[in-house]
């Protein structure tokens, strides 16, 4: 035991991936019984802290914001509000970098030309809900219902709400602060807990998919699957360091401190299922003050996809093209950029998300909906780098408004140089 005990925790992960992998070639889909019930516990494990950790930490951290220094006059929902608006714009600007990636190497590459028929799966196409119907959704009628299914942007706008109305109550609800605020503190330890057992639930996780799907099927894919993970590596390994440098930021302290975060996220595919983790390394190893951490992380992970909203639908709807013979315009180009950049904030917190926004796309450049079944066998593989991108992106433009606004501690491993850090925005 003290052996293992030992043992760093990724080289835990990447022995439970490769125990996993081998597995699963050996016994097939036989092994199915036994990895499905470890992936599923450990993603149900994971899912079990987000509506607490989420209500609780954006609560706090709202509360949080109005009261540093600095910043008493301007109260907490006006700062909360004011961060909010320079975080979106980044994610914004972060995710039309993410699609020109993606239609350049589509446009480059043309995915789908030569491709020969694959059997359609009628199932993968999903309804895409109105942009009425998601705003309008946002707002909970029933709070403890959306407690109870999971709804978290509905969690996200009442934890808001409950944070200003805190700060803006101050020493009147002083106990009730500090009760949410202790309430966060014990989901933060619970996801330490749970995050020690990634080891285990990578094994049942990336055992089932290759069980599931093998590697001869996936032949005639794997250009365009390397196609998605090159876009997706073109960002993590040469669009984010450039913009972490141009702030002065370390590159390696950066992903060094969130590793463990883009390895739950490879695994469990899920940005919501990885927000306990997320918050984690952003305040344990990043240094990000807790207030701002816990207020940008959990909306990033409701708003913020360059992997699923960026790179994935750009390149899918080039394939889709190529595939059925359509011939692609200007016009579209354009309109699958757009939607691709502005079809995340309308689709947020949508189960299945990356489906939902290609099925944006495709429904708005006017391309065939059957690109959806026609990609649905490789959906999980895609996933893992999808949902990697996603996750480090929300703590690439999260780590960039914090470096901006004083919002580091001087701790952090992001600057050599710690007269560097500004001082809190006023």
């Known amino acids: 035991m003290k052996f293992l005990v030992k043992i760093p925790f990724w080289l835990k992960t990447v022995i439970a991936f490769a125990a996993g992998v081998a597995v699963a070639l050996i016994f097939g889909k036989a092994a199915l019984p036994v990895f499905d019930p470890i992936g599923d516990t450990f993603i149900r494990a994971i899912k079990m802290l987000v509506a607490p950790l989420v209500f609780f930490t954006i609560a706090a951290s709202v509360a949080r914001l109005g009261h540093q220094e600095g910043d008493h006059e301007q109260g907490a929902g006006g700062r909360a509000v004011r961060l909010g608006a320079y975080t979106i714009v980044w994610f914004m600007i972060t995710s039309a970098i993410a699609t020109s990636v993606g239609l350049t190497l ?208 750009a390149i899918s709807a080039i394939f889709t093209a190529n595939y059925f013979g359509v011939h692609l315009t200007p016009t579209h180009y354009v309109i699958i950029a757009l939607s691709s950049i502005l079809g995340s904030l309308a689709t947020a917190g949508v189960p299945g998300v990356a489906t939902v926004m290609l099925t944006v796309t495709l429904s708005a450049a006017g391309l065939p909906l059957e690109g959806l079944a026609l990609l649905a066998a490789i959906d999980r593989i895609l996933d893992m780098m999808r949902t990697c991108t996603n996750v480090t992106s929300q703590l690439v433009c999260a780590t960039l408004v914090a470096r901006e606004n004083g919002l580091l501690d001087t701790d952090t491993p992001l600057l050599m140089d710690r007269r560097a850090l500004k001082a809190p925005a006023e």
């Open 106 to 313: 589509g446009t480059i590459f043309q995915p789908g030309l030569g491709v020969g028929h694959l059997p359609l799966d009628p199932s993968a196409v999903k309804a895409v809900p109105g942009p009425v119907e998601v705003l309008t959704g946002i707002v909970p009628s029933n709070i403890f219902k959306s407690f109870a299914e999971g709804q978290v942007l509905s969690i996200v706008l009442f934890a808001i709400l409950v944070g200003a109305a805190l700060g803006a109550l101050g020493n009147r609800v002083r106990e009730l602060a500090q009760l949410i605020e202790q309430g966060s503190q014990v989901m933060f330890k619970l996801t330490r807990w749970i995050i020690q057992l990634t080891p285990l639930g990578v094994f049942g996780l990336i055992g089932s998919v290759v069980a599931s799907y093998g590697l001869d099927s996936l032949k005639p894919l794997i250009p365009y699957i390397v196609l998605v993970y090159a876009g997706c590596l073109i960002l993590l390994l040469v669009v984010y360091p450039i913009l972490l440098k141009l702030h002065g930021l370390s590159v390696s302290g950066f992903y060094k401190g969130i590793f463990t975060a883009q390895q739950t996220a490879f695994f469990t595919c899920s940005s919501i299922g990885t927000l306990p983790v997320s918050l984690q390394v952003a305040v344990d190893n990043l240094k990000i003050r807790k207030a701002y951490a816990g207020f940008a992380l959990p909306l990033g992970a409701n708003m913020k996809m360059d992997g699923c909203g960026g790179i994935y639908p």
